[in-house]
C-alpha cells in the first residue's frame, strides 16, 4: 500500500506538471495572434513586425508569455525566481532578455527531469530507490542550473576579450575613451553591449564618480569592474606615453590578459571534471540492477539485500554519493560568489536560533569569547567568507547530528522489524551458492514457508524455552505424518526453531546505540568539516588573487594621483577570498594607515599577499608606489611564465582530488554492494558445503 501511494505521488506530480505546462503553451499559442498588454522593450534585435514573425521570433514571445504564467503559478513562482536571481547580475539592465533566458533555462530543466523521472519510475518502484530518485532530482536540478547560467557567465567572458580588442582599436582612431567604448560596444554582441552602453553612460554623466560606484554595485564581474575604473581614471586624469606606450591601452591588454587567463582556467576544469558529478550519480541508479543480477545468478544473496545489512550497506553507499557530489560541486565553482557571503540568503537558522529554548541549548555550546576554540573557529569563518556566525554553525551541527541520530535509529527499529517479517514471509530457500530456482521449487519454497508462519505463531507466546521447542517439534511431526522420519522432523524442527531465534534476537541492542551515536557524532562535525574543505579549496586560489592583484597594481602605479588607499579600494573590488580583511582596513584607514595596514597582514597571514602589503606600507609615506612595485614590471616575463607554472599546478590538483572523490560512489557501490558480500555469501556457502560433507562421512 505505502509502495502504490509512493509510486502514484511521484507519477500524478509528474504528470501534473507535464499537464500543466502543456495548457500553459496551449494559453499562450492561442493568445500568438491577440493583442497582448505585455509590453517588451522596443528596440531589441529579435523583434520585428507582427506579420513578419519567424520562428525565432515566436519563441522568444512563447518565454516572454511563459515567464508572466509562471509568475503567477504558486510552485513555478519560486523556480523561475530562482534562476532570474543567478541571472540577475548579468543581465541586469535588460528585463527583456532576463526574462527570455530564465525561461530557457526554466524549461531545459523541467524538461530533463520530467523525463529522466517517469523513465526511472518506469524502471524501479522500489520505495527506498524513489527516495533517491527524489534527492537525485533535487541535485540534478541545481547541477542543470548551474551548468545553463555558467554558460552564460562563459560567454559574458568571452565577449569581454573580443570587447577589449574593439576598444583598443577605436580609441586608436579616436583617442577618446567615451567614443571608443560607445563604439566598441555597437559592434559587441549583445551581453558586452548592454555594459558597454551602461560604462558609456557612467562616463558621460553629470556626475561620473557616482554612477561609476552605482557600476560597482551591480557589476556582474570584477573584469568589468577593472574596465569601468581604469577608463574613468584615464578620462579623467588623461592618458600618458610609458615605456609600453599608451598607459591605457596598457591597462587593458593586462585585463584582456586576465580574461583570457580566467577563461582558460574554466575551459580546462570543465574539461578535466566533464563526467565526473554524472558518474559520482550514476551509483544511485545502479544499485537495483545490481541488486536484480546478483540475486538471478546468486540466490544466497537474498539474505544479504533483504537483510539489515544490505539496507545499511544501501545507505552508506547513498550518504557516500552526496558527499562526493558535494565536495565535487565546492570545486567547480567558478562564480565569483562562491567565496563571498550571501547576505541575501534564507537565514533559517537566525530564525529558529531566536527561540529562547534553543539559543540557551546553543549558549552553552558555543565555546567562551576569550578561548582558542573561539577564535579558531572566527577566523576559520572568517577565511571562507562564510555568512554563518558562531552560534549558527553550532546550531547546524546540533540539528544535523540529532537528525542523524534520529534517522538511524528510526532505521534500526525499522529494519528489526523487517528482518521479522522477511522471517514470517519470505520464502524458504535451500541455500544454493549458483543458479535460479525454479517455479516449482520457488512454490515449495512459499509452501514452507507458509507451513513455519503457523507454528511460530501458535508457539511463539510459550516463555519457557524447553516447551516451547517440544511443541514445536510436535507441531512439526503432527504435519509431517506418521511416515515421517526422525530425520526429517529433526531437520525441519531445527529450521523452525532457527526461524523463532531469528525472532527473538531481532531486538534494539546496546552496540546498535553506540554506533547510532558515533555516526550522529560524525554528523556533528561535518558541517565543520565542509567548512574546513572550503578553506582548503580557497588556499589554491589565494595565489592566483594575489597576481591579480599584482596586475592592478601594475596598471594605477603608473597614474601620478594614485594613493595607497586607491589602491586598496581596487584590490578590494577585485577581490573575493580577501575581500573582507581588505574592507576592514579600508574602514580603518582613516584612523591610521600604517595600524590599518599592519592589521591587515594579521588578517590575512597568507606570505604573498603579507609581502605585497608590506610594500604598499612602505608607499605610504617613504617611497612612490611605482618605485615600490618597479619589479613587476621589469620582471614581467618572468612573473607570466611563472604564474602560467603554478595555473596548471593548480589546476591538476583540483582535477587529481575530483578524479579521486568523482569515483569513490562507483567503487563503494561495486565492493561495497556486489564484490565483498559476494565473498562473504561465498565462504558461508562452502563452510555449509564442508559441514555436509563431515556429516556425510
Known amino acids: 500500500m505505502n509502495l502504490n501511494l509512493i509510486l502514484y505521488t511521484v507519477i500524478g506530480v509528474s504528470l501534473g506538471l507535464f499537464f500543466l505546462l502543456l495548457i500553459a503553451f496551449q494559453i499562450i499559442r492561442r493568445r500568438q495572434g491577440s493583442n497582448s498588454s505585455f509590453q517588451v522593450q522596443k528596440g531589441y534585435s529579435d523583434l520585428i513586425e507582427p506579420n513578419q514573425k519567424t520562428t525565432r521570433q515566436r519563441l522568444v514571445n512563447f518565454f516572454q508569455k511563459s515567464y508572466v504564467l509562471f509568475s503567477r503559478t504558486p510552485l513555478l513562482e519560486s523556480y523561475t525566481a530562482k534562476i532570474r536571481k543567478r541571472l540577475s547580475t548579468i543581465h541586469s539592465y535588460d528585463e527583456f532578455t532576463m526574462r527570455k533566458e530564465t525561461m530557457k533555462i526554466a524549461y531545459l530543466t523541467l524538461g530533463i527531469l520530467f523525463v529522466a523521472v517517469v523513465l526511472l519510475v518506469l524502471v524501479n518502484r522500489d520505495p527506498t ?8 532530482v533535487v541535485v540534478i ?5 548551474d551548468t545553463f547560467v555558467g554558460r552564460v557567465e562563459d560567454r559574458l567572458l568571452k565577449q569581454l576579450s573580443h570587447l577589449m580588442t574593439d576598444v583598443r582599436h577605436y580609441y586608436h582612431q579616436h583617442g577618446m575613451v567615451e567614443e571608443a567604448i560607445y563604439e566598441a560596444g555597437q559592434v559587441s554582441k549583445y551581453e558586452a553591449q548592454l555594459h558597454a552602453e551602461r560604462i558609456y553612460e557612467v562616463l558621460t554623466a553629470n556626475d561620473p564618480q557616482d554612477e561609476l560606484e552605482n557600476y560597482y554595485e551591480v557589476a556582474p564581474t570584477r573584469f568589468l569592474k577593472g574596465f569601468a575604473g581604469i577608463s574613468f581614471l584615464v578620462k579623467e586624469y588623461g592618458d600618458k606615453t610609458i615605456n609600453n606606450g599608451s598607459m591605457y591601452l596598457n591597462g587593458l591588454s593586462r585585463l584582456t590578459q586576465e580574461i583570457n587567463l580566467e577563461i582558460l582556467r574554466r575551459d580546462r576544469l ?16 545502479f544499485t537495483k540492477p545490481i541488486e536484480i543480477w546478483a540475486r538471478g545468478h546468486f540466490p544466497s544473496m537474498d539474505d544479504f539485500y533483504t537483510g539489515k545489512i544490505g539496507f545499511f550497506t544501501k545507505m552508506i553507499i547513498f550518504a557516500v554519493i552526496l558527499i562526493s557530489y558535494v565536495l565535487l560541486r565546492k570545486m567547480q565553482e567558478n562564480d565569483e560568489g562562491k567565496y563571498a557571503a550571501k547576505a541575501t540568503r534564507t537565514k533559517w537558522e537566525k530564525k529558529v536560533y531566536e527561540l529562547p529554548a534553543v539559543a540557551w541549548i546553543v549558549d552553552r555550546m558555543v565555546p567562551g569569547q576569550h578561548t582558542k576554540q573561539h577564535f579558531k573557529l572566527t577566523r576559520l569563518l572568517k577565511d ?13 551541527r546540533i540539528l544535523l547530528c540529532l537528525a542523524t541520530f534520529v534517522v538511524l535509529i528510526s532505521t534500526t527499529l525499522y529494519m528489526h522489524h523487517v528482518s521479522k517479517q522477511n522471517v514470517l514471509y519470505a520464502p524458504t530457500k535451500n541455500t544454493t551458492l549458483f543458479g535460479q530456482l525454479s517455479p516449482e521449487e520457488e512454490k515449495k519454497a512459499e509452501e514452507l514457508t507458509i507451513s513455519d508462519r503457523k507454528i511460530i505463531e501458535s508457539v511463539q507466546d510459550e516463555p519457557d524455552p524447553k516447551k516451547r521447542e517440544g511443541a514445536v517439534r510436535a507441531a512439526v511431526k503432527v504435519k509431517a505424518g506418521r511416515d515421517a522420519s526422525k530425520e526429517a522432523v529433526n531437520k525441519d524442527a531445527a529450521r523452525v526453531l532457527k526461524k523463532l531465534d531469528t525472532m527473538e534476537n531481532e531486538y534494539f541492542k546496546w552496540w546498535e546505540l553506540v554506533i547510532a551515536v558515533g555516526v550522529a557524532t560524525g554528523g556533528y562535525f561535518l558541517p565543520l568539516w565542509m567548512i574546513e574543505f572550503r578553506r582548503r579549496m580557497r588556499e589554491m586560489d589565494m595565489q592566483n588573487e594575489v597576481d591579480q592583484f599584482h596586475t592592478i597594481i601594475a596598471m594605477l602605479s603608473e597614474i601620478e ?3 595607497v588607499e586607491n589602491i586598496l579600494e581596487w584590490m578590494e573590488r ?14 580603518d584607514y582613516e584612523a591610521g594607515g600604517e595600524k590599518a595596514m599592519e592589521q591587515l597582514k594579521e588578517d590575512a597571514p597568507f606570505v604573498p599577499f603579507v609581502r605585497t602589503v608590506e610594500r604598499l606600507l612602505v608607499a605610504v609615506e617613504k617611497i612612490p608606489i611605482r618605485q615600490a612595485f618597479d619589479d613587476l614590471e621589469t620582471e614581467r616575463v618572468y612573473y607570466q611564465e611563472q604564474r602560467k607554472e603554478q595555473y596548471e599546478r593548480i589546476i591538476n590538483e583540483k582535477a587529481s582530488w575530483g578524479k579521486m572523490i568523482g569515483f569513490v560512489p562507483m567503487y563503494a557501490l561495486v565492493f561495497l554492494y556486489l564484490v565483498i558480500p559476494l565473498i562473504l555469501m561465498s565462504m558461508n556457502q562452502m563452510s555449509t558445503y564442508f559441514n555436509q560433507i563431515q556429516t556425510i562421512q
Open 270 to 285: 570543465r574539461y578535466l571534471f566533464s563526467g565526473l558529478t554524472i558518474i559520482s550519480l550514476a551509483p544511485i541508479f
Open 129 to 136: 530507490f524513489l527516495a533517491m530518485v527524489v534527492v537525485a
Open 384 to 396: 571562507t567568507s562564510s555568512p554563518l556566525t558562531i552560534e549558527w554553525l553550532y546550531l547546524q
Open 574 to 587: 577585485f577581490a573575493v577570498i580577501f575581500r573582507q580583511p581588505l574592507q576592514v582596513c579600508l574602514m
Open 561 to 563: 594621483r594614485i594613493s
Open 141 to 145: 536540478n541545481g547541477m542543470l542550473i
